[in-house]
C-alpha cells in the first residue's frame, strides 16, 4: 500500500512538473508535428504534375504551420506562402539578365532581402530571398516546374498542417497565462515584505532593489506575452466556443491589468522609502512611529497579494498608518511620504478588488448571459 502510494504521489509530481515546464504542451505539439509531416509526405507523392517529383516541401510546409495556437499558424502558413510567392516573382527578374551566374544569384539575394524588410509579410520575410535562390540555383532550366512544385507543395503541407492542429485537441493556454500571473502575484508579494524588512532594519541595498526590480519588470513582460499568447490561442479555435472561455480569457485579462497596476505602484513605494525615501542612504533610519505602521501594512498587502488573506484585510492596516499622518505633520517629508505611501498602497489593494469585479463571469462565448 506505501509503495503504491510512493508511486501514486511521484506521478502526480511527475505529471505537476511535465505541466508547469511547458512539456506537456510541447510534446503535443512534437507528435502533432510528426503526424502532419508523416501524412504530408504521404499525400504530396500523389500531387498533380511535376509537383509529385518535389514531395520533400510538404513536410516542410507542415512544419511551418504547426505553431502553439491555431491562429499563428494560418498567419504563418499564409504569409510563408506569400513569401515564396515574392521569391519566385524575383527569381524571375532576374532570370530575365540571362543564365544564373554571379550577377544573377546577387540581384536575386539582393532584391529579396529588400523585399522581405517589409513589416506586412512578418514570419514570410525569410522565405523571400530563400525562395528566389532556390528557384535560381535548384529550378534552373526548369524554373517554372520547380516553382509550381515549390508552392503546391508548400500549399498541401501547410493545409494538412492547420488541419491536424485545429483538430487534435486544439491548444488552449489559458492554463499557463494563470499561473503565470498566481507566479508573478508571489514574486510582487515578496517585493513588499522585503520593502517592509528595510523600513524595520533601516540598511537598504540599492544594488539588491535594482536587481529585485528587474526582476519584477523582466516577471510582468513575461506574463503580459503569455496574456496575449492565451488570447490569441481562442482565435479561430474549435474549442474557443467551449462554454465559460470567453470569460475566462476576460478574467485573465483583468488581473494581468491588475497585477500591472499593482506592480507601478510597488515600484513607487520602493522609490519613495527605500531609494529616496526615509531609509534611503542619505536620510537613514525612519521614525519608528512612522515606519512600524507602515512595515505593518505592507505586509498586510502582501498577503492579500499572495492570496493568504482576505481582500478587505489590507484595508485593517491602513488606518493606523493614516493615523501616523495626523500625527506627523510637524515633520513635512514624513507628511509627505507617508501620504504618499497610503495612496500607493490603496492602489494596490483597489487593484487586486477591480481584478473580478470588472469582469461579466456570466457572459457566454457569443455574447449572451448564461
Known amino acids: 500500500m506505501a509503495r503504491a502510494e510512493r508511486i501514486t504521489g511521484a506521478g502526480r509530481r511527475l505529471w505537476q512538473w511535465s505541466r508547469d515546464s511547458g512539456t506537456q504542451p510541447r510534446l503535443l505539439l512534437a507528435a502533432k508535428a510528426a503526424l502532419a509531416a508523416t501524412i504530408a509526405w504521404t499525400l504530396a507523392k500523389h500531387a498533380p504534375g511535376v509537383a509529385a517529383d518535389y514531395p ?13 495556437t491555431v491562429f499563428a499558424g494560418v498567419r504563418a502558413g499564409l504569409q510563408t506562402l506569400v513569401g515564396i510567392t515574392l521569391g519566385i516573382l524575383i527569381a524571375g527578374f532576374t532570370m530575365l539578365i540571362g543564365d544564373p551566374g554571379v550577377v544573377a544569384v546577387a540581384l536575386a539575394v539582393g532584391l529579396g532581402v529588400l523585399v522581405s524588410g517589409f513589416r506586412v509579410l512578418g514570419e514570410g520575410y525569410s522565405w523571400v530571398p530563400m525562395a528566389a535562390l532556390f528557384v535560381l540555383l535548384v529550378g534552373g532550366g526548369n524554373a517554372e516546374g520547380y516553382s509550381f512544385a515549390y508552392v503546391v507543395q508548400m500549399g498541401i503541407g501547410i493545409g494538412i498542417g492547420l ?61 503580459r506575452e503569455r496574456v496575449s499568447v492565451a488570447q490569441e490561442s481562442r482565435r479561430w479555435n474549435p474549442r474557443g466556443v467551449l462554454r465559460g472561455s470567453r470569460a475566462r480569457l476576460a478574467t485573465d485579462g483583468a488581473r494581468f491589468r491588475a497585477l500591472e497596476r499593482a506592480a507601478w505602484y510597488t515600484t513607487d513605494l520602493t522609490e519613495l522609502v527605500a531609494r529616496s525615501g526615509p531609509v534611503a542612504d542619505n536620510i537613514g533610519r525612519p521614525d519608528p512611529s512612522f515606519a512600524e505602521p507602515l512595515a505593518a501594512a505592507l505586509r498586510q498587502v502582501a498577503c492579500v497579494v499572495r492570496g493568504d488573506c482576505a481582500e478587505d484585510a489590507g484595508d485593517e492596516a491602513l488606518p493606523t498608518l493614516e493615523r501616523a499622518l495626523d500625527a506627523s505633520r510637524e515633520n513635512p517629508s514624513s507628511v509627505a511620504v507617508t501620504a504618499s ?27 449572451e448571459k448564461r
Do not use: C
Not at 498602497?345 to 462565448?365: C, F, W
Open 56 to 68: 520533400y516541401y510538404a513536410p516542410l510546409g507542415a512544419i511551418v504551420a504547426m505553431r502553439t
Open 341 to 367: 505611501a497610503i495612496v500607493a498602497l490603496r492602489g494596490i489593494l483597489e487593484s487586486e478588488k477591480r481584478a473580478t469585479q470588472d469582469v461579466d463571469t456570466k457572459t457566454g462565448p457569443f455574447g
Open 163 to 223: 488541419l491536424v492542429n485545429s483538430l487534435i485537441v486544439p491548444p488552449l493556454h489559458f492554463w499557463d497565462a494563470e499561473r503565470r500571473i498566481d507566479q508573478v502575484n508571489a514574486v510582487l508579494a515578496e517585493h513588499l515584505d522585503d520593502l517592509a524588512a528595510v523600513l524595520d532594519q533601516g540598511e537598504p541595498d540599492t544594488r539588491a532593489w535594482d536587481r529585485q526590480q528587474a526582476r519584477l519588470d523582466a516577471a510582468i513582460e513575461d506574463v
